[in-house]
């Protein structure tokens, strides 16, 4: 059957195919290190579970939401984002909305959809989480790459982002704490960020935020837009329940914008899922946000401790220069090109998709291979499991870096 030229320009989901893969070694009875994932291994706070059970009752939870979610809900997650970032809450009185999606991927489906045009340049800071590109080539936009590296800890400089600005360039898309670098940018980086889109007044930001409540190392995460709030009219915040509430197979994201970009993306939304999942989305206007401290602090805790774990056997093995300080998000980022395993391959290709197949074949390990964040050479690590097995893995990890 001939297929469309939209669908065939898109990779398949690398990091679902690789847990695939994973799974399936595991089901024939080897043991595999799954670091791959992008979920935590635990269920959401019973706060929430209870929730969605008492909503069971309702019939208004089986039958079609608006468009753009329940009014009610909306204005509870402007009212969250207003205090969780301290902005003064005035601005968000008119002109503002949000809307809700089936996940956050959704989400950033939708705004792109409303935003580009194709032939449009969107432009993504490297690492950046695999999807980006697929969606921007989706609606016919154009990624344009901005890189980095460890030395920087893998945060872009704003200098290179001014100097990829073209009269073309319509988005810029901001993920901070970031997928897959497990950072977060610095208050300094987001002010001379602020100063960057004044000089270009018809730039949009999209600030996708979806880890922001996962850091494990202060400071916690700032914007751009709390520094200058002059800003907000041009950015629309992404959120989700998927890492915060441990609730990626539930589907629900959303985003916080000005009503004008929200009415676009139901427009797109209303004619494609008509709506959001009706039952998740009563539940989560329910649920009091004040029980994500107490859910989340063993998360992060337990995330700062394999994180520690990589760091000292890094250390011990004296694989210096492959790692940096990570700070948020479920992740861990190294580069290969740094160790003395890679002394076999040419420096100017990349090799991280052999060496994934490698670790997968030879040690039993799943990691997401850097080809697919644009950043060669690298791969991205989860901090998410438990100790014992995390440990077991990364001793494996550091003797195949220091073989050959
Ligand atoms: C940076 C980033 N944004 C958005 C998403 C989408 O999450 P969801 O669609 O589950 O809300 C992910 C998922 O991995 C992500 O890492």
């Known amino acids: 059957m001939l297929l469309s030229s939209r669908v065939k320009g898109i990779s398949d989901s690398i990091t679902m195919k690789l847990n695939e893969k994973a799974i399936q070694l595991t089901e024939e009875g080897k043991v595999i290190y799954n670091l791959s994932g992008g979920q935590l291994p635990i269920k959401p706070t019973h706060e929430f579970i209870e929730k969605i059970h008492h909503q069971l009752n309702f019939l208004k939870s089986y039958q079609y939401s608006p468009s753009a979610g329940f009014p009610a809900l909306r204005k509870k997650l402007i009212r969250h ?188 939304q209303g004619q494609t899922t008509s709506g959001p999942n009706s039952l998740m989305q009563r539940a989560l206007l329910d649920f009091d946000f004040n029980f994500l401290e107490s859910f989340l602090t063993p998360v992060k805790n337990h995330i700062r401790q394999n994180a520690a774990t990589l760091r000292e056997k890094f250390r011990e093995a004296s694989l210096g220069h492959c790692w940096y300080q990570s700070t948020s998000a479920f992740y861990f980022m190294i580069d290969f090109s740094r160790t003395p395993m890679f002394q076999r391959f040419a420096p100017e290709q990349d090799h991280s998709d052999l060496i994934a197949d490698e670790l997968l074949n030879n040690e039993g390990i799943t990691v997401v291979p850097g080809s697919d964040f644009g950043l060669p050479n690298t791969a991205r690590i989860a901090l998410v499991i438990e100790e014992v097995p995390f440990q077991e893995a990364i001793t494996k990890i550091v003797r195949y870096l220091n073989k050959f």
């Open 81 to 268: 984002f207003v205090d969780s970032r301290k902005l003064p809450s005035e601005i968000f009185e008119n002109d503002w909305d949000v809307i809700l999606s089936n996940g956050s991927k959704h989400t950033l489906y939708n705004a792109l959809g409303a935003l580009i045009d194709p032939g449009d340049e969107v432009i993504l800071l490297a690492p950046y989480w695999v999807s980006y590109p697929e969606m921007i080539k989706f609606w016919g936009g154009i990624p344009t790459i901005v890189k980095s590296n460890v030395f920087d800890a893998f945060v872009p400089a704003i200098e290179d982002i001014r100097k990829t600005i073209t009269p073309k360039t319509k988005v810029i898309i901001v993920n901070s704490p970031n997928n897959p670098s497990g950072v977060h940018y610095s208050e300094a980086w987001m002010k001379e960020f602020a100063v960057l889109m004044h000089e270009n007044p018809d730039l949009v930001v999209i600030s996708d935020e979806v880890y922001s409540d996962i850091t494990y190392f202060d400071p916690k995460p700032s914007y751009f837009y709390q520094f200058d709030n002059s800003l907000l009219p041009r950015t629309i915040i992404v959120h989700a329940i998927s890492k915060t509430l441990a609730a990626t197979g539930l589907r629900l994201g959303w985003a916080v914008a000005p009503a004008s970009i929200v009415s676009a993306m139901a427009k797109i």
